[in-house]
């Protein structure tokens, strides 16, 4: 299962985090991502997985949770 929302339209993280806010506002929740991607349409996706680096468990190993960025806002959250 996979959740994916591109617009700002109520669907919120659990810690909040919506479609549209600025990169320092998830990081500030979020802390430091796990590796980024860069898609090929130049957009940057910030990926989170099992592991804050301070050893905080986030989501089961199965799970991540990503934003992809353009412009420092958050154009879409992918749940997979």
């Known amino acids: 299962m996979s959740v994916t929302t ?3 339209n109520g669907i ?3 810690a909040g985090i919506k479609v549209g806010m ?3 506002r998830f990081i500030a929740i979020y802390g430091y991502h796990d590796p980024t991607k860069t898609t090929s349409d130049g957009n940057i996706n910030y990926c989170y997985r ?3 680096p301070e050893g905080a468990r986030v989501f089961s190993d ?3 949770l990503d934003f992809a ?3 420092n806002r958050i154009t879409t959250i992918f749940f997979v």
């Open 22 to 24: 600025s990169k320092d």
């Open 62 to 64: 199965a799970l991540e």
């Open 50 to 52: 099992a592991l804050k």
């Open 6 to 8: 591109t617009a700002n």
């Open 69 to 71: 960025l353009t412009d």
């Open 12 to 14: 919120v993280t659990g």
